[in-house]
T-cell receptor
Framework: DGGITQSPKYLFRKEGQNVTLSCEQN?????MYWYRQDPGQGLRLIYY???????QKGDIAEGYSVSREKKESFPLTVTSAQKNPTAFYLC??????????????FGPGTRLTVL | DQQVKQNSPSLSVQEGRISILNCDYT??????FLWYKKYPAEGPTFLIS?????DKNEDGRFTVFLNKSAKHLSLHIVPSQPGDSAVYFC????????????FGSGTQLTVLP
């Protein structure tokens, strides 16, 4: 059963702590993406990766870091430098990340609350 | 600078009637447009897309229209069903940007029984 999984569904952390959000896909997609959604707003791109061991900053990368050591996995770390980390985080993947028209498919999301 | 705009935050429609959701964009480089449906606390679900070489794409009850000269696209849902009630996002991308998606702010559709 192919898809994108994100864990955990809900995450609570104290201010000043780093936290890592998991994203795994078994769709054999090359490209993976991280977005953030705030209430009443659209999704904004944090980081993306078109191939293993390579990733690029999106529109709001400050305070976040990522790694892409495996094709299936694209974890996102929310660091203490991120000023407003409380948000809904969504991971997505697509077949090629740029070749032709390409559709992104999303995971279920992680709600991060920083206390 | 919002490159993709959904100017109607909400829309209510009677069951069985047509729902029309609108989206405007400013970046003329966009060449691929998508509509996603989203429930609270869930990831967006892909609905339908259209390439800039077309002006219409249809999939069952969903039809997307693209007017490139007006930089406008719309999603038509016919007939609307209560299960269609959700937030609808339009998104756009262009070749050379790794197909990054730029999203509108969403329209909450409520289909009344």
């Amino acid at each position: 059963d192919g898809g994108i999984t994100q864990s955990p569904k809900y995450l609570f952390r104290k201010e000043g702590q780093n936290v890592t959000l998991s994203c795994e896909q078994n769709l054999n997609h090359d490209a993976m993406y991280w977005y953030r959604q705030d209430p009443g707003q659209g999704l904004r791109l944090i980081y993306y990766s078109q191939i293993v061991n390579d990733f690029q900053k999106g529109d709001i990368a400050e305070g976040y870091s990522v790694s892409r050591e495996k094709k299936e996995s694209f974890p996102l770390t929310v660091t203490s430098a991120q000023k407003n980390p409380t948000a809904f985080y969504l991971c997505a993947s697509s077949q090629s990340g740029g070749i032709g028209t390409d559709t992104q498919y999303f995971g279920p999301g992680t709600r991060l609350t920083v206390l | 600078d919002q490159q993709v705009k959904q100017n109607s935050p909400s829309l209510s429609v009677q069951e069985g009637r047509i729902s029309i959701l609108n989206c405007d964009y400013t970046n003329s480089m966009f060449d691929y447009f998508l509509w996603y449906k989203k429930y609270p606390a869930e990831g967006p679900t892909f609905l339908i897309s259209i390439s800039s070489i077309k002006d219409k794409n249809e999939d069952g009850r969903f039809t997307v229209f693209l007017n490139k000269s007006a930089k406008h696209l719309s999603l038509h849902i016919v007939p609307s069903q209560p299960g269609d009630s959700a937030v609808y996002f339009c998104a756009a991308s262009f070749w050379g940007s790794a197909r990054q998606l730029t999203f509108g702010s969403g329209t909450q559709l409520t289909v009344l029984p």
